[in-house]
C-alpha cells in the first residue's frame, strides 16, 4: 500500500472504479472522420449574455459544418450564485435563436449517452479522478481556513508577489498523509487540492485555433479541485467533463486564456488527450472613450432577453454576431442576398483577435435586411408570436384583422427594392397602426398635421375632387397620373421641376397634393406607399376619412 491509499480510501469509501473503468463506460464517439464535438458550458446564475449567445453559435456551427456533435453542459457547482429557473430559460433563449442542443441538458431533462450533463450530478465522476490523483500523489487535502488564505493574499500583495497559493505559500502541500488523515478522522474541514508540478519561471505553448501558438508562463498554482461541499471547481471539472464527454475542440472568450496553463496541466497529469482550443474575442462597449466589456449590470444588451423582447427577428442578431465571428460574412451576404448561416461557411481564420465593440447601428442594418426578406405572412406569423408575449395592443389588431395585417405587411414586400423600413417587431404597430380604424381615431382626434401655408378651402376642394375622381383600380403610375391631373385642376404643378421654375404661379407641386391626401387618409406625413394603402383600405373607407378631415378643417 502506498502511503496516499489509506489516505484515498478514507475520503473515497464509495469509489470502487478507476479512470480506465470511465473510460470504458464513456468510449470516444462514433463519429465521421474530422467531425467536431463542441459544447455551451453555462452557469445557471442568471440571463444569457450576448457573449455567450456569440460562443454558442460559433460552436453549434462549427459542430453542424463538420458533422459532429454540439450539447450543453451545465455547469452547476457555484451553488451560492445559482439562480432557480435559469438553467430552463437559458434552454429557451437559445432555442429562439435555433442554437439549442439536440444533446445534453435540456431544461429538465438529459438526452445523450455522456450524462449526466449537470456537474453537480456527476460528482461520482470527478470523485473517481480525484482519488487517482491522490493515489498518485497530485492531491491532497487542504485545512487552511478563509482567514489563513486572506492573510497570506495580505502578505503576498504587500511584498507585490502574484497572490495564489503555491511555493512556500502552499502550507498544506507538505503535510504528511498519515497526518491528514487524523485531522481529517478529527473533523477538521478541509478542502482537496491539485499538487502542480509547474514553475511559472518557465513557459508552456499550447496551440490557438484562432491566435495560433500561445506563450504563457506555467502553472504552478495548488488549485482547489473539490471544495467542502463535495463538488468541484470549474477547472478541474472542465478538464473531466470535456473529455469524458469527448469534446474535440473548447470554445470559450479569450477571457480564459489565462487558466489554460491550468487546464493543460490538468489534462496531462489526468493522462487525458488535450482538445483543441478555440478563445474568441470579447464584445466590448466604448464608455466615455474607453473600451470595456458589456456589463451585465450596466448595459442592457448585455442580456439576449433585451433583443428578444425589443423585438429583433433570432435571424438578425445571429447576422450580426456571424459578422463579428467572420470578416468576411458581410460580403458574403451581399453577393448572396441570404442570411441563412447554414449557407455560410465559416473559419477559424477568419476571426479577429481583438475585442470588437458592439455596434447598434450594424445591428439594425441586418435586423433590416432580415425582415425585409420575410414573406408577408411569415412576418405576420411571427409578429403574432412575439406581440403575445410582449405587445398586447399589436397582438389584438393582428388577431382581430388578420387579412387587412396580411395586406398591410406586403406592402412593397420582395422584389429588387423591398420596404426596409422595420427595424424590428416594435417598429410595425407605429408604421401600419393607421391602417386599424381605432387607431386612426387616436391619431387624428388632437387634428391633422396639413401644411399650414394652404389655405383650408384649397384642401376641402382638393378632397372633394380627389373622393369624387379617383379610380382604385388604376395601376400605381397611371393612378399617379390622375393625381398629378387632381394637382393641375386646383393650380398645383404636376413636378417640383415646373414648381421651382415659376413658383409664383403654382399653389404648390404634385408632392404637397399628395401628402395632403396622405395626411386626410393616415393622419401623418409619412407612410408605406399611397397607391397601396388606398388599394388596402378601399374606397368606403377612404370617403369615410376624407370627410372626417373635411369636417375637422371646417
Request: aromatic share 12%.
Amino acid at each position: 500500500m502506498n502511503k496516499y491509499e489509506e489516505l484515498a480510501n478514507y475520503i473515497f469509501p464509495d469509489v470502487d472504479e478507476t479512470i480506465a473503468d470511465l473510460e470504458k463506460k464513456y468510449p470516444p464517439r462514433n463519429l465521421k472522420e474530422g467531425a467536431e464535438v463542441t459544447r455551451f458550458a453555462p452557469s445557471p446564475t442568471g440571463f444569457l449574455h450576448l457573449g455567450s449567445l456569440f460562443t454558442s453559435l460559433v460552436a453549434h456551427k462549427v459542430a453542424k459544418d463538420s458533422g459532429g456533435v454540439f450539447y450543453l453542459r451545465l455547469e452547476d457547482t457555484d451553488t451560492k450564485r445559482e439562480i432557480e429557473g435559469s438553467g430552463e430559460e437559458l434552454v429557451r433563449q437559445l432555442e429562439y435563436f435555433d442554437v439549442a442542443p439536440k444533446e445534453g441538458y435540456l431544461g429538465n431533462h438529459d438526452v445523450g449517452s455522456y450524462g449526466p450533463y449537470r456537474q453537480s450530478e456527476r460528482a461520482y465522476i470527478y470523485r473517481v479522478c480525484i482519488k487517482e490523483l491522490m493515489l498518485k500523489g497530485r492531491a491532497y487535502p487542504c485545512f487552511c481556513s478563509a482567514q489563513e488564505l486572506e492573510e497570506t493574499r495580505e502578505i503576498q500583495e504587500a511584498n507585490k508577489e502574484i497572490p495564489g497559493y503555491y511555493g512556500d505559500y502552499a502550507i498544506c502541500r507538505t503535510i504528511e498523509p498519515e497526518e491528514a488523515l487524523i485531522r481529517i478522522k478529527s473533523g477538521d474541514p478541509y478542502v482537496i487540492r491539485f499538487r502542480s508540478m509547474g514553475n511559472h519561471n518557465n513557459k508552456v505553448v499550447f496551440h490557438d485555433e484562432i491566435r495560433g501558438d500561445i506563450s504563457i508562463a506555467e502553472n504552478d498554482m495548488d488549485i482547489v479541485i473539490l471544495k467542502s461541499d463535495g463538488l468541484p471547481t470549474y477547472h478541474f471539472a472542465h478538464a473531466v467533463d470535456d473529455h469524458f464527454m469527448r469534446t474535440t475542440t473548447v470554445i470559450r472568450g479569450e477571457e480564459w486564456i489565462s487558466s489554460a496553463p491550468i487546464h493543460l496541466e490538468l489534462f496531462e497529469t489526468l493522462g487525458f488527450k488535450l482538445p483543441k482550443y478555440a478563445h474568441l474575442p470579447v464584445i466590448m462597449k466604448l464608455d466615455n472613450g474607453n473600451k470595456r466589456k458589456l456589463s451585465k449590470r450596466k448595459d442592457p444588451e448585455a442580456s439576449v432577453s433585451h433583443f428578444i423582447e425589443g423585438g429583433y427577428p433570432s435571424e438578425s442578431l445571429k447576422a450580426y454576431l456571424m459578422s463579428i465571428a467572420n470578416s468576411n460574412f458581410e460580403e458574403w451576404t451581399a453577393e448572396n442576398k441570404c442570411y441563412d448561416l447554414d449557407k455560410f461557411i465559416f473559419s477559424f481564420d477568419k476571426m479577429s483577435l481583438d475585442g470588437v465593440l458592439f455596434d447598434q447601428d450594424k445591428l439594425n442594418f441586418f435586423s433590416k435586411e432580415v425582415i425585409a426578406l420575410f414573406s408577408a405572412e411569415d412576418l405576420y406569423a411571427r409578429l403574432v408570436k412575439w406581440s403575445k408575449q410582449y405587445d398586447e395592443v399589436l397582438y389584438k389588431h393582428l388577431i382581430g384583422n388578420k387579412e387587412l395585417s396580411i395586406k398591410a405587411l406586403n406592402i412593397e414586400r420582395g422584389g429588387e427594392k423591398a420596404r426596409k423600413d422595420f427595424t424590428n417587431y416594435k417598429d410595425v404597430y407605429p408604421i401600419i397602426g393607421f391602417f386599424y380604424n381605432d387607431r386612426y381615431a387616436e391619431i387624428v382626434k388632437d387634428g391633422y398635421p396639413f401644411n399650414e401655408k394652404f389655405d383650408k378651402k384649397v384642401i376641402i376642394d382638393l378632397l372633394n375632387d380627389f373622393s369624387r375622381s379617383n379610380d382604385y383600380t388604376l395601376a400605381n403610375d397611371v393612378w399617379f397620373n390622375s393625381v398629378k391631373e387632381l394637382g393641375v385642376r386646383h393650380n398645383f404643378a404636376e413636378s417640383n421641376k415646373f414648381y421651382k421654375q415659376n413658383p409664383e404661379q403654382y399653389l404648390g407641386h404634385v408632392g404637397d397634393v399628395a401628402e395632403i391626401i396622405r395626411v386626410a387618409i393616415v393622419g401623418a406625413k409619412n407612410s408605406p406607399n399611397l397607391h397601396s394603402v388606398l388599394q388596402i383600405l378601399g374606397k368606403e373607407e377612404v370617403d369615410r376619412r376624407i370627410k372626417l378631415a373635411i369636417e375637422y378643417l371646417n
